[in-house]
């Protein structure tokens, strides 16, 4: 074992290590040193585990150890303290930190830059920053919180203090933002405890074959392995699923793989290096089969059933519909008609941090110390209580033996709804009777979590002489891939947001989820409503053009209004529509007058679940004896600033400092809220931390203070079961607890390429100014991708491009000025007006871009990703750094 003898922070280390190990591994692994991130190892395209080596920002995750041998590395926590302070600060109260994974790379960059140019441009910011993505936040407050700091170190400003008030409507910097810019912050792959053990997985190499065998011989021989566990060791249901129970936690022999990201044995080692190792070594015989890798082939006659088990009679997992009056005879009637057909791509949801988990069994020291009284699993999952169902199902265990809890998640975005590795790695703990901790790579990530639905839309729109819309007539197919996930709520969402954010008074929509050997889709920001938007945008705009009218009147026309009938037939209230509108207006205009190509397109987006199922918020604020309070939720804060923002609440409710609460997330708190998903958690949540709340200020009201009242426990709930199924027959629906409304204006400058971006948003009540324009930045960021650059190629059921490289993300030197406008139409249900809008963000970019880009040279575009654009053009023709 070669030993690699370097300087780290000042200080000589000699680290043993293996062949090909990386410069990343040894301050991870051989040092604890854990502020450089592994978001995707060894490819070194992130930017996460950047580091200074001998005073040169470098990748530590591309760099063979044997190359840093006798070098001088230097981490974020090495930085001098002042340094490290400025930064924390400027990028809290630049709400620059979202889920927080990918800023002490940034920050290290930001040091190096700094140390070169102490006041660069914001352009020079951006370039600088080539080689990191960050997929939060847009990257627009990651450079303003830089130029913060660039100011702030040149003696040219203070360093401010950010508002403290805690008050509804004003920027309290994010909850434990400062400990996350300087990595002080722990993932899961940052914990580390005595004799714990490392996991790996065997993936499917066929996305369709029959497993014949498994020859662990190998693998078990390998000094240091220490269980290997399969289908057989399972000792409850294997098949999992959040809606569905289709998904196997392991293919057993004789079963078929669906996909190339099934799970075949787990393996715990002494490290991680051993059962990375070992995993090469087992061997599994394959029948290979001819895969379904299209809906065509999936729906064929006489195709083979993916999922016999479900006793379908063919590859459908499910079908939505809607209709509302007489499409066919409006549509014969109306003035102008356009129909077309668009689609959508396979998107790969790229949160920087990949999936990881920790298990420490009954009698084993846990993260906290303390002798673990039940099985506890460390989870980054979207929702805790799912994770603790179908883990309870998986093992057999009762709900008060095991127990769930959320560790910082490093982005998610839809992506970690669904079991990843909680079941495998909690397995591994329970036979060997040891803590496990089980971190998949990046290309092992792509492959196993699901993607956003590729779907293809055909649809006709009529209007009248006047441009009032008649009838939209719509039938889609979604590819869902191998297994269920949430593909059946997301085709329902597509068809009922198919009219887009108009008034129809004739609505005729079909879609279906179809099972193929393609990569697992299900939810995704967005959730099959952009899918639809792009769809019925363009539509909207070709019926402008027919008609010789403005685009922009065309859709205060027609949009949604209070008593207006959604798609779905649910009456409106608190529409904030036309007034987003109106405040794109002056901007729409000076562009025009201008001579710019313009895009224009609407928005709206549900707020909860709904259709049939209840949305739950369900908090609880506990009084701790050194006078904290600990706010308990079941929602995860996966980096949209959650935990912030119920923080706010409770504040303006009782009055108490927000410097006192501490969040937590964790099935032993009996808040129970289901998924963090459908934009719900502020609205849900929120709702049940003012619930809480208020009987806290009763009793501070009553004379009694925090002191008085430790021990206590104070719980909020809020239910909203009101909703009815998309289709039934209900004569005056409510599909969903709440909507949000967008506008949003493309600009393209003289060669095509995009120059600003104008969003106004209706958000009901403004929580946090900064964090709410950082999240809206942020999914701009990713509906710019979506429209220009991003795809995961999927050919014969294999991903083609498993890197984050490859897949598209855009970096900060690509991105436009945004504009981001605020109407605030009070939602009743929601705390303080509030709505979600976590999802509602990128809805309309895609179709914004497209309709600029055919107002710039003339070609409809229907398909996504615009790649042959002049705007993708900028983006592919600019050096990936």
């Known amino acids: 074992m070669p030993r690699i003898e370097l300087t780290v922070n000042g200080s000589p280390r000699a680290v043993d290590t293996h062949e090909g190990a990386t410069l990343l591994e040894v301050l991870r692994e051989g040092c604890q040193v854990t502020s450089p991130k592994d978001g995707c190892s060894p490819t070194g395209q992130c930017g996460c585990c950047t580091v200074l080596v001998d005073g040169q920002a470098k990748v530590a995750c591309a760099m063979p150890a044997a190359n840093a041998a006798h070098r001088n590395i230097v981490t974020l926590e090495g930085v001098d303290e002042h340094s490290r302070k400025v930064f924390a600060r400027a990028f809290s109260v630049s709400a620059a930190v979202q889920c927080g994974f990918c800023i002490p790379g940034i920050v290290v960059r930001a040091h190096h830059i700094l140390k070169k140019a102490p006041l660069p441009t914001r352009a020079e910011i951006a370039q600088g920053l080539g080689a990191h993505i960050c997929r939060c936040t847009g990257y627009v407050k990651i450079v303003d919180a830089i130029e913060l700091a660039s100011k702030v170190l040149a003696g040219q400003c203070d360093l401010p203090d950010g508002d403290w008030s805690g008050k509804v409507g004003t920027s309290l910097p994010k909850y434990e933002g400062e400990e996350l810019a300087m990595g002080d912050r722990l993932y899961i792959d940052d914990l580390f405890l005595p004799d714990m053990l490392h996991g790996a997985v065997v993936l499917s190499q066929h996305p369709r074959a029959r497993v014949r065998g498994i020859d662990l011989t190998a693998a078990r021989a390998l000094p240091g392995v220490r269980a290997i566990v399969g289908a057989a060791d399972v000792p409850g249901q294997r098949w999992q699923g959040l809606i569905y129970p289709d998904w196997p936690l392991f293919v057993a022999v004789g079963e078929e793989t669906r996909y190339t990201g099934d799970i075949i044995v ?105 002798t673990a009284q039940l ?80 779907i293809e839309m055909t649809y006709t729109v009529g209007c009248d002489a006047e441009g009032m819309l008649t009838a939209v007539k719509v039938r889609l197919i979604g590819d869902k891939g191998a297994y269920a996930s949430v593909g059946s709520k997301v085709i329902e969402r597509a068809c009922g947001h198919a009219t887009g954010a108009y008034d129809v008074a004739n609505v005729d929509i ?79 205009d000076a562009a025009v007058a201008e001579g710019k190509a313009v895009g224009l397109a609407c928005g709206i987006k549900n707020v909860g679940i709904g259709n049939g199922m209840p949305d739950i918020g369900r908090a609880s604020l506990t009084i701790e004896k050194d006078g904290t309070i600990t706010l308990a939720n079941g929602y995860t804060e996966m980096g949209q600033g959650l935990y912030t923002v119920l923080i706010q609440m ?45 009987k806290l200020r009763a009793d501070l009201d009553a004379g009694r203070t925090l002191a008085e009242l430790a021990g206590n426990v104070y719980r909020g709930e809020f239910i909203y079961d009101k909703t009815s199924k998309l289709g039934a027959p ?77 897949i598209g993300v855009l970096r900060a030197q690509w991105m436009p000025r945004i504009d981001i406008l605020f109407v605030e139409e009070a939602e009743p249900e929601g705390p303080f007006g509030a709505k979600g809008v976590g999802e509602i963000g990128l809805l309309p970019t895609a179709p914004a871009v497209a309709n600029a880009l055919y107002r710039f040279d003339g070609i409809r575009r229907t398909a996504l990703p615009m790649k042959d654009s002049p705007a993708a053009r900028f983006i592919s023709g600019k050096k990936m750094q």
């Open 266 to 370: 787990a393996i715990a080692a002494d490290t991680r290096h051993i059962a990375r190792r070992a995993a090469e070594l087992v061997v599994v015989d394959y029948e290979v089969l001819e895969p379904l890798t299209s809906t065509a082939q999936a729906l064929a006659a006489g195709a083979p059933l993916l999922h016999p088990e479900n006793g379908h009679a063919d590859n459908v997992l499910s079908s939505s519909k809607t209709k509302r009056g007489d499409a066919d005879a409006a549509l014969a009637k109306s003035a102008h008609v356009v129909t077309g057909t668009w689609s959508t791509q396979f998107i790969e949801h790229a949160f920087l941090e990949p999936e990881a988990c920790l298990a420490v069994p009954r009698g084993i020291a846990d993260v906290d110390g303390a």
């Open 375 to 454: 099985l506890r699993v460390y989870s980054q999952g979207q929702g805790v209580y799912d994770d603790h169902r179908q883990l309870c199902s998986a093992l057999s265990m009762k709900a008060d033996e095991v127990s769930v809890t959320l560790i910082t998640c490093g982005g998610a975005f839809g992506g970690k709804e669904d079991l990843s590795i909680q079941a495998q790695t909690a397995l591994l703990a329970q036979v060997t009777g040891k803590a496990v901790k089980l971190v998949i790579d990046r290309v092992e990530s792509i492959r196993l979590h699901p993607k956003r639905h590729p």
């Open 510 to 588: 079909e879609g279906v989820a179809v099972y193929t050997n393609n990569p697992p889709c299900g939810a995704m920001r967005g959730f099959g409503a952009n899918q639809s938007g792009f769809a019925v945008e363009s539509c909207v705009d070709m019926l402008a053009e027919k008609l010789g009218m403005d685009a922009w009147e065309i859709r205060w026309k027609n949009a949604l209004q209070d008593g207006s009938r959604f798609c779905s037939g649910q009456m409106l209230n608190a529409v904030g529509l036309k007034a987003t509108l109106q405040k794109v207006k002056p901007h729409y």
């Open 650 to 694: 409770a504040c303006e409710v009782t009055g108490i400092d927000p410097r006192r609460f501490r969040a937590t997330v964790d099935t032993r708190d009996n808040v129970q809220s289901g998924m963090t998903t459908a934009s719900r958690a502020t609205v849900c949540g929120g709702r049940a931390v003012v619930d809480a709340a208020g």
């Open 730 to 806: 209900v004569e005056n629906p409510i599909t969903h607890l709440s909507f949000g409304y967008a506008t949003q204006l493309v600009i393209l400058d003289r060669k095509g390429r995009i120059e600003r971006l104008v969003a106004a948003h209706d958000v009901g009540r403004v929580i946090n100014p900064k964090l709410l324009e950082g999240q809206l930045e942020g999914s701009i960021h990713m509906g710019l991708g979506f429209a220009l650059s991003e795809e995961l190629v999927v050919e014969g059921g294999v991903i083609q491009n498993p890197t984050l490289r490859g």
